[in-house]
């Protein structure tokens, strides 16, 4: 819900669209630190005018709203923001008769805020009202004007800014014609999220069925040292059973040589679990975008606008093609300048770069996983597995509570068919025929008459367009376990 107000006008709307899809792979999920925000709550924005609706505008602490801001300008639709923080505290005033003015969501940013309220007596103009302005550091002024005073409480819900709580009955001036109060927000606190909070904002993006794409703008600012690392390994092990996400990953910004960089990620595919490496890509070096905040230039991550790019590719021709040599846009330099043998060795460390062509600006150059295996190198080919979970799920968990039986297999088979048959049409998978592209088996072979009938068991082999290697999955259907996609 987005909300705003002007003298005398409070306005309350829906954007059109705001139902979850699934089955999209161009969604985008942002762990990080904003101004403002509720805490550990996932928002669903659309634009960039809902991410400052939301989370206030840029102050220049934080990185995730210039990610959020390049996602958006570089062809995103849709993410998902989690608001990542220590523990913090909420501005807040007394106004009168227990009533309290409470800012919408914790931090300094309102801490000096004021809110004015001018009660207006009974005459024979009319009734008694209430006006309110709330006028807060760095956000636009407020001003509900003419309230009944039982509905205050009520109409302020639409402030972005503010919320009131009631005490007893409203606050009542006596005889007098007319009052104001003038209060001043305080009290509000801010801290830097740690290891905790970013593995329980870890653990919310992977509840979201929606998000195909993960970034993480401020970690390599917030977390250092072992803490940064396990928490990266927390959040490939949280989405690699899921088969429906990439991450993008960040260098952090203190490792400022090539040597730094791949030391970096050499800890990283030390891991030696491809499954887990292919969850994840790394893009470099960081841009140079304008400074919302202010006046010049600042470094930002390149995930966001690499994102937002991935996003755009997505929706023009599909997951199947590589999110690379595209044009990246709301940046204008690079932060980093390498020179070419140095560009080779991040390539061949499997890192992503962003480079400056001549004549086309700043550009998208590759698109591999973190992962050496030759099946899971390649993000064109991750994605098209995500799409497919994706579109496994939704055709078969309406199924789990059946039994098995051969009409249930039939049903399965089906409905799997329709979905692969779709994907082959747009260009996804190989071979000129569907038979040569796809293969579906959920039968007696794999589902033998002694097997558990509660259990359903299918096997599916894709031939991705690019490249050939097949992607199998099993798919096992259980009425104790719901539905379980694996990739074989």
Do not use: K
């Amino acid at each position: 819900m987005t909300s705003a107000a002007l003298p005398g006008v409070s306005l309350t709307f829906v954007p059109s669209g705001s139902d979850t899809e699934p089955l999209r792979t161009d969604v985008a999920a942002f762990l990080g630190r904003t101004r403002r925000g509720p805490v550990d709550t996932p928002v669903r924005v659309e634009s960039w005018n809902d991410v400052v609706g939301a989370f206030g505008p840029p102050d220049g602490s934080a990185a995730t709203p210039y990610a959020l801001r390049g996602f958006f300008e570089n062809g995103g639709r849709t993410a998902w923001v989690l608001r990542v923080s220590g523990p913090v505290e909420t501005a807040s005033a007394e106004w009168t008769d227990g009533w309290r003015v409470v800012a919408t969501s914790p931090g300094t940013w309102a801490n000096g805020g004021r809110v004015v309220i001018r009660h207006q007596g009974s005459s024979v103009a009319g009734p008694p009202t209430v006006t309110v302005r709330v006028m807060v550091p760095g956000e636009p002024t407020e001003i509900f004007a003419g309230m009944p005073p039982s509905e205050v409480a009520d109409r302020l819900t639409a402030s972005r800014l503010v919320r009131f709580v009631p005490g007893g009955a409203p606050p009542d001036p006596g005889d007098a014609i007319s009052a104001t109060w003038d209060l001043v927000l305080a009290g509000g606190t801010d801290a830097e999220p740690g290891r905790d909070e970013y593995g329980a904002a870890v653990r919310d993006q992977a509840d979201l069925p929606e998000p195909a794409l993960v970034a993480l703008p401020d970690l390599g600012t917030d977390l250092t040292g072992p803490d940064h690392a396990e928490l990266i390994l927390e959040l490939l092990r949280t989405v690699q059973p899921l088969l429906d996400r990439l991450v993008l990953l960040d260098v952090p910004p203190a490792l400022s040589t090539v040597d730094d960089v791949l030391a970096w990620v050499t800890g990283l595919t030390g891991l030696g679990d491809e499954a887990l490496l292919a969850t994840a890509a790394v893009y470099h070096p960081p841009l140079r975008a304008p400074d919302l905040a202010g006046t010049g230039l600042r470094v930002v991550p390149a995930s966001g606008h690499v994102l937002g790019v991935v996003a755009r590719l997505d929706a023009e021709r599909g997951p199947h093609h590589t999110p690379a040599n595209a044009v990246v846009l709301d940046a204008v330099d690079l932060a980093a300048v390498h020179p070419e043998p140095q560009l080779v060795r991040l390539f061949e460390a499997n890192v992503d770069l962003v480079r400056c062509l001549r004549g086309r600006g700043l550009v998208v150059w590759g698109g591999r996983t973190l992962s050496g295996d030759p099946r899971r190198r390649y993000i064109a080919h991750r994605r098209v597995l995500h799409l497919l979970v994706r579109a496994i799920r939704r055709v078969a968990s309406p199924l789990v509570f059946d039994v098995n039986s051969p009409e249930l297999r039939l049903t399965l088979v089906r409905s799997l068919t329709s979905v692969l048959l779709e994907t082959f049409r747009s260009g996804a998978l190989a071979g000129a025929r569907p038979e040569q592209a796809f293969r579906v088996v959920c039968d007696e072979t794999n589902n033998p008459p002694e097997q558990d009938p509660g259990q359903v068991v299918c096997e599916i082999e894709v031939a991705p367009a690019v490249p050939m290697e097949f992607i199998r999955l099993r798919l096992v259907l259980g009425q104790d376990r719901g539905l379980e996609v694996v990739e074989a």
